[in-house]
């Protein structure tokens, strides 16, 4: 059977599979005698096993089963829900999600994932692991002297062995372990292979050979060798070799084989009789169930964004056509032709919406990935942190969604590790012990509103202001005239941190500028609201779509353009003499504020008449609390257009971020505001 035409549905399926496990254990967590949930959880790991199992994934499929063993545990009452079990659980989960985005970006989907496995195992049989561990240690501590070999071979290595030993040759499994400064260890894994390999033969090094080359490793590996030297000849030889800090060489005897096989022969099948037991023990149980409500079927069919994005190419060549009709039919006049041209642009403009609509996706999708991330920082941090999510249904254009998932990920990080206070700090300012975070979207107008709010600690200006002052990113003269909002901004100047102190989470200075770059190439704005001891709240306003905007289209010339209404506070006609000049700066007085004023036709080199008017037509655009007038000739109105791209021959174009197609045919390009102001 061919697998490949499944990849992709595969690959979407086991996501929202994961994405399952994730929202299902955090709810575990907080109800863990809640058998629904664990049922819910279990569903999709078997899912997922059948699922991987069929594409030929078997790591992913035999980690998977292991998991839901545990699961199954749990719901049969075996087992009882604690932190470290979630915490394993969560383990293999993140275990399966790197698999996954292997296997989505062209790689294999193996991964060592025996470390996860084994607390699984140690789990089904209801030991704990970090007890577990601590008794292993111990045990191989005392059971070091006596030479047990580590690795394990299969018959055909057994055989070798077995025939080597025959031939008066004896074979020896090699541990190796360098010093913890050692940066080049694959260059000294090759030394070691190059001296046993003139002792004798190598039939087996653990890690494999590959993992070795590639330093796969941490600082010990092993190498079965069969040679006729004696150990401590082999141990002379390896100990010149530089960088090693410890050399074991233990005997392998066929005694060894026959007590594995025997280990073997003794767990294979005590969980067996096992199984059946618990069949035996389920059969009634699942009796007494009362049969579950039936499903209601998600009609949905999964179509790739490309053919969404070609389909809506398709309808703007459309639009351009109704236009050229629209004015044909007006320069004929005639009724019928009119009427029906009439019609078809009512049925394109629905078509239009429908075709939006299609391209909008649930903030959801990029909210459910932070109720998990808030868990593992508040115990990175020490913290009690809630996390309360509203309005996840809010829909986005996908195209901002791929985008904005990274910036929110820093605001949340800086809420938690900036923000909220730890449990005694919070105790002390007479707050509950358990900080609250609540992320917010919301439609508005043509806007989707995302707010992160925090009951933390709040900005501390002075502390902003001292910090701007040290960096030099403001002058003592500019400090003084602050208002709190503008001392907030601060905060998102580049390299700018509060932090006391450097640590995973935060403090290097990096993150908030990237947000509001990244948030300003969408469109889009970035606000902050404080209140010292009472927390914050970062406001983010995005266009609801990137396909569509509306514009205001002005004439320069006999050239059209258009500027984002989202970037224009208001447009004006001024006398030429209230034009001002400042360092060599044409400026105007605007409400008491002076603003620069650049001129379009000499930013984008129109060719000019030279006539002069007595009235300048002007836009006032801002960007952010900056603000500068563009100098047009004329003022066409208001429309609603579709942004094209340039193409891939016209990337870096200066102050254009794109072009529409009017309805009469003609190109107009779109204005960059931000490129503008700087």
């Known amino acids: 059977m061919e697998m490949n035409q499944y990849l992709e549905v595969f690959i979407e399926e086991s996501k929202e599979h994961l994405q399952s496990c994730n929202e299902q254990l955090l709810e575990l967590e907080k109800n863990p ?23 030929g994934y078997e790591d992913l499929a035999n980690l998977t089963h292991q998991m839901e063993n545990v699961l199954d545990a749990i719901r049969n009452q075996k087992i009882k829900v604690n932190a470290e079990i979630l915490d394993v659980v969560f383990l293999a989960v993140d275990d399966l999600e790197a698999m996954v985005q292997s296997i989505s970006e062209g790689g294999d989907g193996k991964r060592d994932v025996s470390i996860a496995v084994e607390k699984l195992m140690l789990i089904e049989k209801g030991e704990s692991p970090a007890l577990s561990k601590a008794r292993a240690e111990t045990a191989a501590a005392i059971a070091e002297p ?28 090699i541990s190796i372990a360098l010093r913890a400064d050692c940066l080049l260890k694959a260059a000294r894994v090759f030394m070691v292979f190059e001296v046993l390999e003139k002792s004798g033969e190598v039939i087996k090094a653990t890690p494999s050979v590959e993992q070795l080359e590639e330093e796969q490793f941490d600082q ?131 078509l239009q919406n429908i075709i939006l609509n299609m391209r909008m996706v649930p903030i959801e999708t990029v909210f459910n990935r932070f109720p998990r991330m808030v868990r593992q920082l508040a115990r990175d941090l020490n913290k009690k942190i809630n996390l309360e999510i509203v309005g996840a249904d809010t829909e986005l254009d996908r195209t901002v969604i791929d985008e904005i998932g990274d910036p929110l990920v820093h605001l949340i990080r800086n809420a938690l590790d900036h923000g909220v206070e730890t449990p005694e700090v919070r105790k002390a300012n007479g707050k509950g012990e358990e900080g609250n975070v609540i992320l917010k979207a919301y439609h508005s107008g043509n806007h989707v509103f995302i ?50 102190k450097i640590s995973d989470v935060s403090g290097r200075g990096v993150g908030l500028d990237v947000v509001k770059n990244t948030i300003e190439s969408l469109g889009g704005s970035v606000s902050i609201d404080s209140k010292v001891g009472q927390g914050s709240i970062f406001s983010i306003q995005l266009p609801l779509t990137l396909s569509i905007i ?62 002069e008017d007595e009235f300048i037509s002007i836009v006032i655009v801002r960007k952010g609390e900056k603000m500068a007038g563009l100098v047009v000739d004329s003022f066409i109105g208001q429309q609603e257009v579709v942004l094209k791209s340039l193409g891939n021959y016209l990337t870096s174009v200066f102050a254009i971020s794109g072009a529409t197609i009017l309805g009469d045919g003609q190109v107009a390009l779109i204005v960059d505001c931000n490129a503008l102001i700087k």
């Open 33 to 55: 005698d809640d058998i629904k949930i664990v049922n819910e959880i279990f569903r999709s790991a078997h899912t997922l096993k059948g699922m991987s199992a069929t594409m």
């Open 451 to 500: 707010e992160i709010e925090d009951d933390g600690a709040g900005i501390n200006k002075d502390k902003v202001i001292k910090k701007a002052l040290k960096n030099g990113i403001i002058t003592e003269q500019t400090a003084s005239a602050l208002t709190d909002k503008q001392a907030y901004e601060l905060i998102f100047a580049s390299g700018f941190s509060t932090a006391d």
């Open 146 to 173: 006596q030479g047990l070999v580590k690795s394990t071979y299969d018959d055909f290595e057994w055989t070798v062995i077995q025939q080597s030993k025959e031939q008066g040759f004896e074979t020896y499994e």
């Open 550 to 611: 509306s514009v205001m289209l002005v004439e320069i010339e006999k050239e059209k353009y258009a500027i984002p209404l989202s970037s224009i506070i208001e447009t004006a006609i001024i006398r030429k003499e209230d034009v001002l000049s400042a360092h060599n700066q044409k400026v105007i007085d605007f409400r008491g504020k002076v603003v620069p004023l650049l001129s379009l036709k000499e930013i984008f080199e129109v060719p000019t008449d030279n006539h």
């Open 220 to 350: 010990e590996f092993s190498v079965t060798i069969v040679t006729q030297e004696t150990p401590e000849v082999i141990r002379q030889k390896l100990l010149k070799v530089s960088e090693v800090d410890r050399i074991d060489v233990l005997e392998v005897s066929m005694g060894d084989y026959i007590s594995r096989e025997a280990v073997k022969e003794e767990s294979t099948l005590q969980p067996e009789v096992e199984e059946k037991t618990d069949r035996a023990s389920d059969m009634p149980k699942e009796e007494k169930k009362t049969p579950a409500a039936k499903q209601v079927s998600n009609k949905t069919i999964r179509v790739n964004i490309e053919r969404l994005d070609i389909l809506m190419n398709l309808f703007e060549e459309l639009v351009i056509d109704r236009g050229r009709l629209e004015q044909i039919s007006k320069e004929l006049n005639n009724q019928e032709l009119h009427e029906t041209v009439e019609h078809m642009s009512r049925i394109s403009g629905d």
